[in-house]
């Protein structure tokens, strides 16, 4: 919903605050949610800060969540930040 409504804030206070308050773990469904939401919001940062999370939770980002992320980068006229703290992913 959060995506779909452009609405990348309210999609990152779900990913961190809400699942934390509840003592739950985000899945890979809810943080590409999020990451899509950034994109959409063109949000490249936020959207990076995101792929960050999947790790922590011993998640992978997959196809969806890195194709949404690289697409929000891409709209960025400073291409090389983005790509550097991709890289920075591993």
Known sequence: ??????????????VSAGLLQAALAPNE???NAAVSACE???EWEQSLRVL????PHM???????CSAAVS????TP?????L???????
């Open 40 to 42: 959409k919001g063109l």
């Open 59 to 65: 998640l992978r980002p997959d196809v969806v969540s």
């Open 78 to 82: 400073d291409w090389q930040r983005p």
């Open 1 to 14: 919903a959060c995506e779909k409504g452009h609405q990348w804030g309210s999609a990152l206070e779900v």
């Open 52 to 55: 960050q999370m999947f790790k």
């Open 72 to 75: 929000a980068c891409a709209r």
């Open 84 to 90: 550097e703290l991709l890289w920075g992913l591993e």
């Open 29 to 31: 469904i809810c943080l």
